[in-house]
């Protein structure tokens, strides 16, 4: 149980372009779900915590027009990078927290970003 | 303020060695988790275990234990006998409760060498 995925897995797009994220909880509901950020040999970094129903919590720092997110629905939350830039590449996680379990965060299999 | 610490960023060992990855937190709450996950080299990042602050019972699974000791902030990952398979990056975190975001440290790189 507890299962997350991510779409894509890797993408590769050119400097300018909007790239969508998706991050789904396959087997339980999630009325929140973080999104994280992870540069090479380094640890996680939260970028924002999205609630399902309602706007992005974003931490300080991470410009929101920049990184879009929504969560419409208990299952999926979604994040896009618009106008990506190469500074923007970089790895990044999803995770939602089981309704049933609310202590625990389960991750996604995270999604390779290459800005061009 | 919340901080996992990890003073160990990689551990080479020789399989079927033991070996024991630290974490040392700081918290002001009273009421926390603490938790481990492992990120092999595909990415992903898989729970391991979650401990709440009120619960100082060590745990085993399998080759798998942990020791949290409230005195000294400390929630250590001991693997017996490890294996090839258990080459990965493993970070230990914190969250206070009320869930709340979790606080992850650095990361111990951990190769095991055939």
């Given at each position: 149980?507890?299962?997350v995925?991510?779409?894509?897995?890797?993408?590769i797009c050119k400097?300018g372009?909007?790239?969508?994220?998706?991050?789904?909880?396959?087997?339980?509901q999630a009325?929140?779900?973080?999104?994280y950020?992870?540069?090479?040999k380094k640890?996680?970094?939260?970028?924002?915590?999205?609630?399902?129903?309602?706007?992005?919590?974003?931490?300080?720092?991470?410009?929101?027009?920049?990184?879009?997110?929504?969560?419409?629905?208990?299952?999926?939350?979604?994040?896009?990078?618009t106008?990506?830039?190469?500074e923007?590449s970089?790895f990044?996680i999803?995770?939602a927290?089981?309704?049933r379990?609310?202590?625990?965060?389960?991750f996604?299999?995270?999604?390779?970003?290459?800005?061009? | 303020?919340?901080k996992v610490?990890?003073?160990?960023?990689?551990?080479?060992?020789?399989?079927?060695?033991?070996?024991?990855?630290?974490?040392v937190?700081?918290?002001?709450?009273?009421?926390?988790y603490l938790?481990w996950?492992?990120?092999?080299?595909?990415?992903e990042?898989?729970?391991?275990?979650?401990?709440n602050?009120f619960?100082?019972?060590?745990?085993?699974?399998?080759?798998?234990?942990w020791?949290f000791q409230?005195s000294?902030?400390?929630?250590?990952?001991?693997?017996?006998?490890?294996q090839?398979?258990?080459?990965?990056?493993?970070?230990?975190?914190?969250?206070p409760?009320?869930?709340?975001?979790?606080?992850?440290?650095?990361?111990?790189?951990l190769?095991?060498?055939?």
């Open positions: 149980g507890a299962v995925s991510q779409h894509p897995s890797r993408v400097s372009t909007s790239v969508k994220i998706e991050c789904r909880s396959l087997d339980f009325t929140t779900m973080f999104w950020r992870q540069f090479p640890s996680l970094m939260l970028m924002a915590t999205s609630n399902e129903g309602s706007k992005a919590t974003y931490e300080q720092g991470v410009e929101k027009d920049k990184f879009l997110i929504n969560h419409a629905s208990l299952t999926l939350s979604t994040l896009t990078v106008s990506a830039h190469p923007d970089s990044y999803c995770s927290r089981d309704q379990v609310q202590e625990t965060q389960y996604g299999p995270g999604t390779r970003l290459l800005v061009l | 303020a919340q610490t990890q003073a160990q960023t990689e551990i080479s060992v020789v399989e079927k060695e033991d070996v024991t990855l630290d974490c937190y700081e918290t002001r709450d009273t009421t926390y938790f996950y492992k990120q092999p080299p595909s990415g990042l898989v729970f391991l275990i979650r401990r602050s619960d100082e019972q060590n745990e085993i699974s399998g080759r798998y234990s020791n409230k000294t902030s400390s929630f250590n990952f001991t693997i017996t006998a490890s090839v398979v258990d080459s990965a990056v493993y970070f230990c975190a914190l969250s409760g009320g869930y709340q975001k979790v606080t992850f440290g650095i990361g111990t790189k190769q095991v060498i055939p």
